[in-house]
């Protein structure tokens, strides 16, 4: 059963414009408390972003669902994700798809994000420490790449591990960040027009 604070949450994302139920479960499933420090458990199921040390964040939840909704997943879509972090956004897209590949530059996140996702029997999914902007070579062409930060220009490597017709989203931008969606056609990427949900707020 679905608590009152999980539910008040996706009611809040499907008035913000979040539409895939399948993202909506997926969401619902993953115990966000268990991706942040004990000290903000009782903010786990608000929608904004918090602290997960070193100097990073786990995402809003209307990010990760906004991002992954963007994918256009099925369970046969081969996933690579830039940027483990806490792993929320890796135990999301692991409930969604066969298998996904998580690329972490910071050690100490990685480490902590493979347990984590141990810990929730979310054995599909495949962690590394590196450099997330070289993707894995060695897993790839990847049917969706989603990357949760913001680099100056689209990774070529990324690019190259793109399959034909797969899609790639990313935030794009300094300090005004947007979502940039891609699909590759041959050795272009084209954009994607997606019309953001305009807030009344």
Same mark, same amino acid.
């Given at each position: 059963?679905?608590?009152?604070?999980?539910?008040?949450?996706?009611?809040? /994302?499907?008035? $913000? &414009?979040?539409?895939?139920?399948?993202?909506?479960?997926? /969401?619902?499933?993953?115990?966000?408390?268990?991706? @942040?420090?004990?000290?903000?458990?009782?903010?786990?199921?608000?929608?904004?972003? /918090?602290?997960?040390?070193?100097?990073?964040? @786990?995402?809003?939840?209307?990010?990760?669902?906004?991002?992954?909704?963007?994918?256009?997943?099925?369970?046969?879509?081969?996933?690579?994700? !830039?940027?483990? &972090?806490?792993?929320?956004?890796?135990?999301?897209?692991?409930? #969604?798809?066969?298998?996904?590949?998580?690329?972490?530059?910071?050690?100490? #996140?990685?480490?902590?994000?493979?347990?984590?996702?141990?810990?929730?029997?979310?054995?599909?999914?495949?962690?590394?420490?590196?450099?997330?902007?070289?993707?894995?070579?060695?897993?790839?062409?990847?049917?969706? !790449?989603?990357?949760?930060?913001?680099?100056?220009? @689209?990774?070529?490597?990324?690019?190259? $591990?793109?399959?034909?017709?797969?899609?790639?989203?990313?935030?794009?931008?300094?300090?005004? $960040?947007?979502?940039?969606?891609?699909?590759?056609?041959?050795?272009?990427? #084209?954009? !994607?027009?997606?019309?953001?949900?305009?807030?009344?707020?």
């Amino acid at each position: 059963m679905v608590s009152g604070r999980v539910q008040a949450l996706l009611e809040q /994302l499907r008035a $913000q &414009g979040i539409r895939d139920e399948q993202v909506l479960n997926a /969401l619902a499933a993953v115990p966000r408390e268990k991706f @942040i420090d004990e000290a903000f458990e009782h903010k786990a199921w608000e929608n904004i972003a /918090l602290p997960i040390g070193q100097g990073q964040t @786990i995402s809003q939840p209307y990010m990760v669902a906004r991002m992954t909704e963007l994918l256009e997943l099925t369970p046969q879509s081969r996933v690579l994700e !830039i940027g483990t &972090g806490s792993g929320y956004q890796t135990a999301i897209l692991a409930h #969604l798809v066969h298998h996904v590949c998580s690329v972490e530059r910071i050690k100490g #996140l990685q480490w902590q994000a493979r347990r984590r996702l141990k810990q929730l029997d979310l054995h599909n999914v495949s962690t590394r420490h590196g450099d997330g902007w070289q993707g894995w070579q060695a897993r790839a062409p990847f049917d969706a !790449i989603i990357v949760t930060a913001a680099p100056p220009e @689209i990774p070529t490597a990324l690019m190259a $591990q793109l399959d034909e017709g797969g899609i790639l989203v990313l935030p794009v931008g300094d300090e005004q $960040q947007f979502l940039k969606r891609v699909r590759r056609r041959g050795a272009n990427l #084209l954009s !994607i027009p997606w019309r953001p949900f305009a807030s009344s707020r």
